[in-house]
């Protein structure tokens, strides 16, 4: 039986988020008191050697190396950036952080930004999440009233809808006051990033866990979960599980573990088809596959990607070609239109699921797909669009049968 | 203050006051920013929650990313749409309700979803749908 283990989401039920007194009793900003005691390169080294604090956001990039990068680089002003722009489908677990415990992100960012040497930050929360944005600024100010955030302004910034802003860049340009679209890296953000100026961008959940590293000690934290993905990670249920629920565990914990002791196994009585693991832009996995542990790089052995850590459930009654053709639909309405391969592609793609879907596709449905999906993946400019086609691949190799058969029947019917 | 330099929030409280992002609102942040109105109608035409047209007295936002749609908004849309007499993205001819699409909203635990009126619906199924309708009457 899984054990949840509640280090970012420490605080989870114990403090009302509404009260920083309630996070200062619980050893709240004493992370920031010790940071500010220790020479910024020190901080930055602890991450990234001891720690491997690797992204939350989904990349798994090694926050020290981000941090390191920025902290190097020369200017007169630096910013830090929190990624709370969530929307990848069947993610929920940045709301979850933030509804409960806005401070610990606050006090990652304030440690992030002496570490790197930023004066001014911002939170970028998602247009969806407006309640939070209030939250959030009131955490903020009652910071800033406590003296806990001297030489360090943040601001929230609401988004307004548009998926395509999590990716950084864009997200930069949206808070310039630009549309959301992707820029070309290099330079990276750490290099010339808001305004030109050396940015860190970090997702709320590794900010999150940036006050416990400091406070408990990176070797401390480097001993949890799986080696080389060490920690915690939050994960959302979503779909065909009896809980749709969340839960943190360590990074060592097997898919199955958290579907069948946190999720409760299935809700009817349809046995598991296929998981989607981190987002709608991420491939299915099937049954045989339950036993990988969650970490980043054995997801991604498996076939996978552990991407946000939404865990989205189907059971044997659904048809991937639905659930494909919803996919695709979401592409075609997110990708930005910077670049042709993507703004075309998707609209193509979900144009052809839509056909299968609705009964007018063919088997050369089938391989324009994948050559279109291939296009995509090798022409498009940004991570939205060379995504976009994975799942749908993924359903025609693993499930090729659902597409096949509506297909059949189709051309059946035709007779 | 850099909180004066960000024209999202500025589109954002303009929404807020005049229901959508008007002409009127577009040249004047632009002349406080100093920057072409152009400019700022190109961010404004980006995001899917700033309205470049007046919308409905009543929105409602329905999702339909993968859990929900596996969870049925496809007959909650149906519902909506046939009762309304529109389709998705359309606004009735009393100027009463908008029926649009909102991105995943991150409740995909109560899936499916509706915001109605920014007040987040959970577990919404096609026979609530009416009752939702009459209380916007």
Redesign the interface.
Known sequence: MVQEMRIVLRNVGKINPEVIDDYLREGGYQALTKAKAMEPAAIITELERSGRLRGRGGAGFNTGFKWRSAFHTQADQKYIICNADEGEPGTYKDRIILEHDPHTVIEGMAIAAYAIGATEGFIYCRAEYSEISSLLEHAVKQAEEKGLLAGLKLHVVCGAGAYVCGEETALIESIEGKRGEPRLKPPYPTVSGLWGKPTVVNNVETFAAVPVILDKGAGWFSRLGAEKYPGTKIFCLSGDVKNRTWCEVPTDTSLRAIIEDIGGGMRGSEPLKAVQVGGSSCPFLTPDKLDTSVDFDSMSVAGAALGSGSIFVMDASRSMVDVTYSITRFFQHESCGKCLPCREGTMRLAALAEGIAGGTGSRKDLETIRELGTFMNQASFCPLGQSAAVPVFSALAQFEEDFRQRIMEEEGECK | M??N?????R??KAQERDGYVTQAAIDEIAGQ?GVPAA??Y??V??????YLKPQGKHLIQIC????C???GAQAVIAAMESQLGIRMGETTGDSHITLQ???????????PVL?VD?ELMKCVEAGQVAEILERLK
């Open positions: 850099t909180e330099k960000i024209l999202l929030t589109l954002h920013l400019e700022v190109q961010t035409s980006f995001y899917s929650m700033l339909e990313s993968a859990p749609h596996i969870a699409y909102i991105q995943c909203c991150g409740q995909c635990q109560d899936a915001v920014g």
